[in-house]
Each structure stands twice: as structure tokens, then as C-alpha cells.
């Protein structure tokens, strides 16, 4: 079985860019391949003539503070984001989604650009990205463009880029500031390789008092066609004390606005649907906490 002809490992975007537009839409992106091979392989995609590498970009393997901002290359791997303490204290919840990605090889080479390139909306750096507010540069038809993180996810594993022609470059991420932390949690089925149920990243911004929710952000995965915000969820924490009476007021929220589906090898809806109400019953309280402290230590990270 022949998987692909060529594989180059350009050192500069434009070098990459240039190889795409020659290749005429029979070259596509590959960050670590971790999704890209089992796909090709799988017979879900056709072997494409050549593999345009993009971890030897410098660009896209940046990993930057500007102000209050962090700027992270798309082709920076799992393990790397686990390992950086700036992204640990202020993106925790970024930590803990890519510290439980797969398993350590996994991580070694498996990049947050592919994972959301790859669009799924359990993927669980995606997850965390999306309830961070995280923008993406990326050049769309030869244009960079800076773009909300959600208005990349078209559909079920169907990205607004289109891998033989744009270039996932980077993400722009608002760092956690006084009185604001992330968490994230989620609930898999650890037999041989993890099978993730479903995944919730949120963050928190407290009021001066410390003692409400001035603001909130919930991203829980998979609930939808796409990553999404839990906007009933959200609005139900707004403005509301810290407290068991408001957690479950975000709970029952989620309850009537989110619909997970059974998936065969994973979980029934029903236990989706209770599981949601476990999840924003540990995120919650666990991010006012970080919040309120400003003291954040990334949990559960490679430990399955
Ligand atoms: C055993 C195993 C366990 C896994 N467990 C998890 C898990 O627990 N959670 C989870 O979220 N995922 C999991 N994954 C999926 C995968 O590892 C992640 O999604 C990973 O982040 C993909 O990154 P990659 O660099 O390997 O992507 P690749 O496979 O290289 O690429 C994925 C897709 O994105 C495109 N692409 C990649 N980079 C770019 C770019 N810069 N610009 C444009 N397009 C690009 C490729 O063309 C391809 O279509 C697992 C995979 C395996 C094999």
C-alpha cells in the first residue's frame, strides 16, 4: 500500500506555502501525524503524493508571552505545552486538556494545531481553547487572517482550512490575569488506549469582592457538531454567587440546553448527560478556587 510519494520538511512558512500551491491540492499538511497516518491508513482519506512537514517552521513551534497574551505555535506538541510553567499558571485548563491526550508518545509528537485542525469537537485541546476565547492565525487562500478559534469548525472533523492549500500558524490566547483562572476535567474509559467520554474546560473571572461570578466561559465536548460554548451554562453563572446553589443552577442549565448523543464504543446519551452534571460540579468549583487563590497547579495531566 503506497501512503505517499514525498515528504518535505520546509524550514519557513512561505517555503511550505509554495510546496502546497506546486502539489496542486495532492500535498497535505502533517504535524505529528498522529491522526493524519491512522486516517490515511484507515482508507477515511486518500494518500495524498506528499506530506508537507511543518515542525521545522520555527514559526510554528514558538511558544511566546506579548503582554498579556500568549502566542503559541500550531506545530508545538502536546508534551511541550504540558511541560511550560507560564501556560500551566495562566492557561491551566490548556495543560490539563493536552496532558491527557493519548499517551506519552502521543504527546511527544501529536501538535494542538493538528488537534484542531483535525476539527473533532472532543478534541480536548480544542476544548480548552475554545473556553479560553483563543484566536488562530492562518493563512486562508495565500492570506494570513487572525479568526475566533470557533469559526475554524465547519462540522464533525470538517475544518473551515483545507490541509492541501492553508496553514494553521499559531494561536493568540488571553493569559489568566488576577481574579480569573481555567480547569479542565474529563471522563474516559481507560481500557488499552483511553477512550475519552466527554471533556469540560471552563474560565472564570471573579468579582472584586472574590465572592461572585463576574464572568464565564464553558466549553463541554462532545455535545454538538462542533466545538461550542455552553452559553446556557455560561449565563446561568454570570453575575451569581460562588456556591454549591449556583453550580447546580449551571448544571440544570446544561441540562436543558445540551443534547449529547450515545456513540456505540464510548457512552449512552443518558450517561453523557450525567456525566456533564459530574464535570461542571468539579470544573467549577475547582477554577473559582484557582480564581480566588491565584494559585493554580495543573491536575491530572499524563497520568492515565
Ligand atoms: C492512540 C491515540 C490516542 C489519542 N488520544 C487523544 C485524546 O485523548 N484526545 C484528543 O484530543 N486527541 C487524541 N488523539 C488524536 C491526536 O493525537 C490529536 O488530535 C493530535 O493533537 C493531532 O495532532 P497531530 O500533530 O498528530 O495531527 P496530524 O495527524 O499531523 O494532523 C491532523 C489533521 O490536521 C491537519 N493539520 C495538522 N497540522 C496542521 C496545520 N498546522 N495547518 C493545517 N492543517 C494541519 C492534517 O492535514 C490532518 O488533517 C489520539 C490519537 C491516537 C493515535
Known sequence: MTLWTHYHTPSSLDDALALLQQY???ARVIGGGTDLLLDIRHGTLTPPDALIDITAISELCEVTQDGNYLMLGAGVTHTRIVQDPLIAARATCLVESCGVVGGPQVR??????????????AGDGTTSLVALDAEAEATIDG???WLPIRELFVGPGQSLLDATRDVLIRFRIPLSNEREASAFKRIMRPQGVALPILGCATWVRLDPSGARFEDARVCIGP?????ARAGAVEAALRGQPIGAETVEAAVEAARSSLSPRTS??????????????VLLRRVLPLAAQRARTGEA??????LE
Do not use: C, S
Request: charge should be positive; aromatic fraction near 4%; charged fraction near 20%.
Open 143 to 145: 492570506e494570513r487572517r
Open 264 to 277: 456505540k464504543y464510548r457512552a449512552t446519551a443518558t450517561y453523557r448527560q450525567e456525566m456533564i452534571d
Open 297 to 302: 497547579v495543573a491536575e491530572g495531566v499524563g
Open 223 to 227: 455535545v454538538a457538531q462542533v466545538p
Open 24 to 26: 496542486a491540492g495532492r
Open 108 to 121: 511527544n509528537v501529536g501538535t494542538l494545531g493538528g488537534n484542531v485542525a483535525h476539527a473533532l469537537p
